[in-house]
């Protein structure tokens, strides 16, 4: 079946830090892939995605390119904001009918002043 | 921008009673679906609705679930005999026909705390 596996937290930056947050994927045919963000309250909302091979999503100064050949889809940003802090979950589609969103387990980012 | 809108926003119910929660979807989208979080755990899926019918649904997805969509906006779940282990955040999403590559859109959610 498909599933996302993302790197465990949390993860601890000191701001205008560089971040990564792995993401690799196991899925049938050619998902889409995303990243969403939870802020501390608050509902999931959509920061990134990529629908094919080679494809970088970008938005809000992250990035993150989809890569076939390694079933990944990283999420980075070179300079972290304490407003970053959040959880953050890789998640994919299998592009195939009402096939449903599947979410990694979240990662969650604290940046410190 | 369309929201998806959900209420209420946080609900305590005791073991045993039937909550509903409600979602209102964007307007032009015909693919419903709830999600729920337990605390500080992964999203998982419950049921996608499309065309006035369950699609698929997960393991979680048990006879105390059901969802209806009654008037065309509103888009519900009801769980009928709540038990403490249901206590999670429920996320109701929808999108586009079509628009798998484009993400769903989610509402901010709704707190489901079982006493």
């Known amino acids: 079946g498909n599933s996302v596996t993302q790197m465990e937290g949390p993860v601890t930056l000191s701001e205008e830090a560089f971040l990564t947050i792995n993401c690799t994927y196991t899925?049938?045919?050619?998902?889409?892939l995303f990243w969403y963000v939870q802020y501390p309250g608050e509902g999931l909302q959509l920061l990134l995605k990529?629908?094919?091979?080679?494809d970088k999503g970008s938005n809000k100064g992250f990035e993150a390119t989809y890569r076939k050949e390694t079933t990944s889809f990283h999420l980075e940003k070179g300079s972290v904001q304490v407003s970053d802090s959040a959880v953050y979950f890789c998640?994919?589609?299998?592009?195939?009918?009402?096939?449903?969103?599947?979410f990694g387990k979240g990662t969650r980012l604290s940046v410190i002043a | 921008e369309p929201e998806v809108t959900q209420t209420p926003s946080h609900q305590v119910t005791q073991m045993g009673q039937e909550v509903i929660l409600r979602c209102v979807p964007i307007?032009?989208?015909?693919?419903f679906y709830w999600y729920r979080q337990i605390l500080g755990q992964k999203v998982e899926f419950l049921v996608s609705?499309?065309?006035?019918?369950?699609?698929?649904k997960s393991e979680i997805f048990d006879d105390q679930f059901s969802v209806e969509r009654p008037d065309g906006s509103n888009f519900t779940l009801k769980i009928r005999s709540t038990k403490l282990e249901d206590s999670a955040m429920y996320f109701c999403?929808?999108?586009?026909?079509?628009?798998?590559?484009?993400?769903?859109?989610f509402g901010s959610g709704t707190r489901l705390t079982v006493v």
């Open positions: 999403a929808s999108r586009v026909r079509g628009g798998e590559n484009y993400g769903y859109t």
């Open positions: 899925a049938t045919g050619y998902p889409s």
């Open positions: 990529a629908t094919k091979a080679d």
């Open positions: 998640a994919l589609t299998a592009n195939s009918g009402n096939t449903p969103l599947v």
């Open positions: 307007s032009n989208h015909l693919y």
């Open positions: 609705f499309y065309n006035n019918e369950i699609s698929e």
